[in-house]
């Protein structure tokens, strides 16, 4: 087995110090070919000149140019990850690289495809942090329907297949026990070991609170209509459709019985709603179109396994 951890890290040099030769620790305990990927979020605190001193050979560095977020930095460093299993894990040395293992083990023994540290029952975050996520983590469950208490924690693993296939951007990479199921992917999750942060501040903030929350109603979007855009912009058509002509008939009975509706604005309002019913519906059928283009072409990667 080869194993890929895979750490963004964003002015976190002092919990990088500390991190990385604990964690290299924690693989040379795994059998088999190991490395640890850092991705340096353009951080401004040394972490360059930090990692240009490691010159262990396990070690592989990844500067990106500016602070693009964590989405942009998971995706670079899975885009570079070659372990046949794959570890996502904080760098803020909250998660315990102790407990990767104990994970790996579990993924197997259950036949998941991702399993998700939980910290909902020992997290040593902030009050609010913790009330926050909570709120968060349930909605999200709600929202998606994936059964999780934890969807946003930093230690993951995942089958190498899983972290080729995710594409984020924005807070996606909260969702990433949402996308894994919604793309046929199975989801677990094992309470884990969770440490109060060694150095440094929290990059959790009120803004991307609520972020997630917008960025929620996209994974909700994706998971629900990337396949069948016709039935959110043809549900959406036909009902201001329907609206648009109940308007016109009345209208329409109106000047039968002699009265003028030129100047109402019920008939604006009715050819309004038509209109856009009209446009809604056949976006709904071009969509449609495109995604059975690509559904087409994507078939073969969902495929898991084939009798030659």
Do not use: C
């Amino acid at each position: 087995m080869a194993l890929s951890v895979l750490m963004p890290a964003y002015n976190e040099r002092d919990n990088l110090e500390e991190l990385i030769p604990e964690t290299l620790t924690m693989l040379d305990a795994i059998p088999g070919q190991t490395e640890l990927v850092v991705v340096d979020d353009g951080s401004t605190d040394g972490t360059a000149a930090f990692m240009g001193q490691i010159h262990d050979p396990r070690v592989r560095h990844v500067r990106l140019r500016r602070n693009a977020g964590k989405s942009a930095a998971l995706s670079a460093g899975l885009s570079r990850v070659s372990g046949d299993i794959v570890v996502l894990m904080d760098a803020d040395g909250q998660d315990d690289p102790t407990e990767v293992p104990r994970l790996v083990e579990l993924m197997d023994e259950r036949d998941l495809d991702l399993i998700t540290g939980s910290r909902a029952q020992n997290r040593h975050d902030r009050f609010i942090k913790r009330n926050t996520s909570k709120i968060y983590n349930r909605t999200t469950a709600l929202v998606s329907g994936v059964d999780l208490r934890d969807f946003n924690s930093g230690l993951k693993v995942m089958r190498h297949e899983l972290a080729a296939s995710l594409e984020m951007y924005g807070e996606l990479h909260r969702y990433i026990p949402v996308l894994a199921h919604w793309s046929g992917f199975a989801v677990g999750e094992e309470p884990i070991a969770h440490h109060e942060r060694r150095h440094g501040e929290t990059k959790f903030g009120r803004a991307r609170f609520w972020r997630g929350f917008l960025d929620l109603i996209t994974v909700k979007f994706l998971t629900t209509y990337t396949a069948r855009p016709f039935h959110l912009f043809g549900s959406a058509g036909i009902i201001m459709g329907l609206l648009g002509s109940a308007l016109l008939v009345w209208m329409g009975v109106i000047w039968l019985a002699g009265d003028r509706v030129g100047n109402r604005p019920a008939l604006l309002i009715g050819v309004f709603l038509v209109v856009i019913a009209i446009q809604m519906i056949s976006m709904g059928l071009i969509a449609e179109l495109v995604v059975n283009m690509r559904r087409r072409r994507k078939l073969d990667a969902t495929i898991a396994e084939e009798d030659v």
